[in-house]
């Protein structure tokens, strides 16, 4: 009786295969659900690249033969066994941050979660990094990422150094640079022209003297007619008409000494109306120039590098608002880090906290937004009713131009050390 139920439990067990779940049991199932997606990383062990499900199963693990031997071969070269690790760790994450994310900047911690979502990737506890803020100061020390922090954590932005974008950024730069040549050429070519008319409207003025009479009482007679020539009037008082009759109209007797001519010329007044209209076609092309460069040097953001600042939110407190800083470095655009004048802190704030400062005349300016974006200039007056101010470029191919009614929010102090 007992062997038949030995019989019994053997057939039993090799009927369900109690070792091992069939494929497509509940038990199957389940197993691969665990097995699927992350684990607890203590749990992991690198060296042999294996993951336990719980910490039985990485006990068991760490006191197999196989685990002892990589122990073993790790102790004799511990060196080599971290540098692998750290610089296969190091590869995929930078290809992971320039095929998801490019060149934006992003937080360090959302390009890790979405590196350890591969279920065979490089652990960093393999690493020499220990958290992922000593990465990211590893990144940015060798010039791979620019990394910055803040409230939030830490900010990394890739730099691009692939040959073909570098290829790229050259082509770019050469086109912006020929059109900057011949932008300039076009600025040459203006300003010559205004020197050349300025050359031909320069005539001498007219001196006008006060006319006398020899007789006041006499009138003076204009005589017009047919005859008289149009390049000049002549004036004749009406006494030699009535003692000389014989003297035609237009034409002076060589006794007569009360007569005199007044020139008048057409070629004068035709000069001066090409001039006018020479003058009005250059106004013309000069409006439309400016007209484009306004068009072109407007933006949205006007942050730039050195020049004082001064905060207007009110967010950071009293002990920040009202003060007046110099801009360190430009981030993204619209935001910048801003080192504080009187206390030296340095701070990370946007544009839309920040108000430019206006010096007093005839102090060094910069062209923050507008058509001479970038320009050095020379503040020349200020229109405190209406807001706005006049000055002189004192940089690029159209220095020494007077510009007026630039808004306050166009122009801002330079600082200086």
Not at 101 to 106: A, P
Request: aromatic share 8%; net charge positive.
């Amino acid at each position: 009786m007992i062997l038949g139920r030995w019989h019994y439990c053997v057939n039993y067990c090799q009927k369900n295969k109690m070792g091992k779940a069939e494929v497509g049991t509940p038990k199957w199932i389940g197993n691969k659900m665990k097995s699927k997606g992350l684990q607890k990383l203590r749990w992991y062990c690198q060296m042999c690249q294996k993951q336990c499900r719980d910490e039985n199963g990485f006990k068991c693990h760490t006191s197999s033969e196989s685990h002892q031997r990589q122990l073993l071969l790790f102790a004799d070269n511990s060196r080599k066994y971290l540098d692998e690790f750290s610089h296969e760790f190091e590869k995929d994450f930078l290809n992971l941050l320039r095929r998801q994310f490019g060149t934006k900047r992003v937080h360090a911690n959302v390009v890790y979660q979405e590196y350890i979502r591969d279920r065979n990737h490089t652990h960093m506890n393999a690493t020499r990094w220990t958290s992922l803020t000593g990465l990211c100061k590893h990144l940015s020390r060798h010039g791979k990422v620019v990394a910055d922090e803040t409230e939030k954590g830490w900010f990394i932005t890739y730099i691009d150094r692939d040959p073909e974008t570098i290829a790229r950024a050259e082509a770019l730069a050469k086109k912006q640079k020929m059109d900057k040549d011949d932008q300039e050429r076009v600025y040459d070519f203006i300003e010559k022209q205004v020197q050349k008319g300025k050359k031909e409207g320069e005539e001498e003025e007219a001196v006008f003297t006060e006319f006398k009479r020899e007789n006041p009482e006499e009138k003076i007679q204009i005589q017009l007619g047919s005859k008289i020539k149009k390049e000049e009037v002549q004036l004749v008082p009406s006494s030699s008409f009535a003692d000389k009759k014989d003297v035609k109209p237009g034409k002076s007797s060589d006794t007569d000494d009360s007569t005199f001519k007044m020139p008048y010329s057409k070629d004068v007044k035709k000069e001066k109306t090409t001039e006018k209209r020479k003058l009005s076609a250059l106004d013309e092309i000069m409006r439309e120039q400016e007209a484009s460069k306004e068009k072109s040097g407007r933006k949205d953001y006007w942050l730039t590098e050195n020049i004082v600042v001064k905060v207007i939110t009110k967010s950071l407190g009293d002990k920040y608002y009202k003060k007046k800083g110099f801009i360190k470095q430009v981030i993204d655009k619209y935001g910048a880090m801003v080192t504080m004048m009187d206390t030296g802190h340095t701070l990370k704030l946007d544009q839309s906290h920040l108000e430019t400062v206006i010096p007093a005349e005839g102090r060094t300016v910069m062209v923050v937004n507008g058509a001479y974006r970038g320009c050095r200039a020379v503040l020349k007056s200020l229109d405190a009713k209406n807001f706005c101010v006049t000055i002189i470029i004192d940089s690029g191919p159209v220095k020494g131009r007077i510009v007026e009614g630039v808004q306050y929010e166009d122009i801002c102090k330079i600082h200086t050390e």
